[in-house]
């Protein structure tokens, strides 16, 4: 899939392409940087033997324990032709299987952005980072803790369309409470797909609402181009332990028979939906993924998968969550090298943080789940920047503190260049013992691109800082949130495409009553 | 020498042994971790061909271009007898003379406490944490930032010594500005001994007074003891590029001579002491570090030290050094993988930051630094927890936030359990599809050793955060520092021996005018 040709969205013209081209010549362009191409080695904290020791049992797992598809017959009926031994709601995978289903996933897949320059390619040694996605509150801070509205919503996408290091849009980058249940996945795509030209995820709240996503799709890249092509990855959590849902399979489904993406995802708090130790977790995390990706599969070989995992510890005194703890480090390390033996794309999460403030605990988790994101393997990283308090809050200061960061995690993966230049013999000879390189001619040549170089962080002398205002980073990073705001201007589109999306979504929203549960 | 003796520091009774055993059973004993033992396998940035380019380079710049010893007769005449080239000042080493005269350097060393509880392995899979180093400025939050005393300096000995996960006491934790230059050295040192059990450095601005250092020693260790085991473990900074002063190198040569440990460590802001360049700044560090560490088999075969490498880059707009970079990421794991190739203990920095303040930059650059620490195969980590500003300040509550966080890397550094309990099939049996496992019996017999967890950070519920005061991690921080500074006990001593070190202090003192440049 990795030759698919280039999607025609946004250079079809259905109406007014004179004016689609002066819209597209006045709009300014933001830099987004290519995905990574790893060049580095992966860390890997199993060894062969605790690998077969996990494929081992998660393969008992699917045959002894079985996995539940709940108020889905048609699974259980798919199950049952596959060879699976179905009882009640239950299906016993015999050993081997789930893994055979497999092997029709491909390794790696294209997603297609509208602006084909923003494309990504998922799995192999490419990794895309996503934002945080789910949250209900938003914080800022001027305006606190508060519900997130649409507006809200908004603002984080044009914030992810102007992040140089933040490859894909993402999908509920925060949970527009102001827009009825049943409608705001229009609203949510009709703000990805005008005022981002990256790359999004679709809805997965109900199966009809996974329709509507591929519809919409349609009239952005065209039928035939959506039939053949992947131009959302969207994110199927599994009820651990070991449970799959009638919504989430029902929007797998609409997905995989349309070529579409999915993320399948187990989603655990360790020692809660899982056991409390890094070894149970990951044979339970191998046994979800299979089944779940099997099952895609027998919805439509070839549907583009990813092997997700969510996965996070528990506070066993509170109960609450904890992230980017050394636990869930293990377990996502270990995750990846399962993945790869599978050759699926790998996802984790990245930016995790239990912080209620865009603080010191915030960044010490947070850098430290990215940096495992990286070194693991991780294709597709969802929260990868926005995420506080345990995903409850998308916050516009931890946006861009993380988006900035996401920088260093692609030039550390560029790995060490070794040509002639950059041995800089000529330039230890030049300077000598005692001397100085700002000058010379190697620095002069090479200094504008040898450091990565943050956007937001203070480097100033103590002085300079303090007469400035001794301001800390999240007065930093709500500064930059201001200033990107006031530069942003919306990717051009074709305007036929606008209208008809426009009209799509509002005889949607017309044909159903409002529902806020 | 890993099966040296233990210290019999503290049993031995110069006078008042019934006291002496008195305040033993008095005193409260601070819990310690061991140091970590890696059970996980190491980041390696290089394959072969690059490092084997950059040992070719680096033998290249010790023969062609060659190393300044400054002002330092001696040292000249000890290289000109081991086989170099010695013009002026500069030492021409023939290729491969240094890496051989290397050979008889320890692979691994034991670093002695006066409590044996807390001996530290140096080399091999051991990691040591130590505190900041150096800076002239303390902060917290009550105080603001402001020139260190000794009242400060005291305070991080009893911070560190009541700090689980940090193993050594450190050096010059701060400068404690308000004692005379040629003095405080005496002050520093006797504060590790006494208000602390945990192994210490020792001074390194004057040979002079690394003599007093190894003299005080010879009072708590006992001089047959001293002459024969490793006390202390020194800074030896070189002066990047391939320059080493009298002073370093004669507070080396009295380390040496006396089986004392030093950590040879090129001193690099990258583009201002080395090439612009990841691969040419690891060609100079090691060919100082081969320099420096033959040098100290020169002054004694067999002496203890460590290959050093303190390396930043610099952000080329402002000239500020910059930290817990990519590129300083991959000079440690660059230089981590050239150590173990010369089979030399590897030190390097963690909790490395630019920010003026203990918030999320700071946060963010440390974590980096210090999971790159424990990946790269740093044996001994220098300013693992309370650095800020670049070095400039000793930070309080950044102390203890940097604290906590070395637990998350000792708990990912025990690897993976794999056992049979571990593997908790059992449990995955009980709970099956859609239960939850905080009930079940795996659950409840592991789950108080299973997940790591902090002595800081937050997990409540937000509503419980809120309602306490809504404080960041610098607050929680401030009220940990004033709540471990309430419960410190000095461990107990033998009283001849505190009697001994207060007379050689006292006599030092009035033997010399005070100096305060």
Known sequence: MTDAPTARAGRRSRSGGGAARRAERSAVSFETAKFIERNIPLFEVLNEEALEIIEYNAETVLEEIGVNFVNNPGALERWRQAGADVQGERAH???GLARQLCKTAPSKFTQFARNPARNVEIGGNSL????????PFVRDVKGGRRYATMADFEKFVKLAYMSKWLHHSGGTVCEPTDVPVNKRHLDMLMAHMTLSDKPFMGSV????RACDSVEMCEILFGRDFVQENTVMTSLININSPLTFDDVMMGALEVYAQNMQACIVSPFIVGGAMAPVSVAGTLT????EVLAGI?????????????????VTSIDMNSGAPTFGTPEASHITYGAGQ??????LPFRSSGGFCGSKLPDAQAAYESANSLNMGLLSGVNFMLHSCGWLEGGLVADFEKFVMDADQLGTLHKFAEGVNMDADAQAMGAIREVGPGGHYLGCAHTQSNFKSAFWRTELFDYKPFETWDEEGARDTRVLASERV???MAQYQQPAMDPGITEALHAYVANKKASMPDAFM
């Open 482 to 484: 201001e200033r990107m």
């Open 338 to 343: 399962l993945a790869r033996r599978l050759n």
């Open 128 to 135: 895309v980072f996503a934002p945080v996605y789910g949250p």
């Open 205 to 208: 709240t109900e199966p009809s």
């Open 294 to 310: 099997a099952y895609s599969q027998l919805c439509r070989p070839g549907a583009p998968v990813i092997f997700g995992a969510f």
């Open 93 to 95: 995978i015999p050993r």
């Open 284 to 287: 339970q995390v191998l046994a």
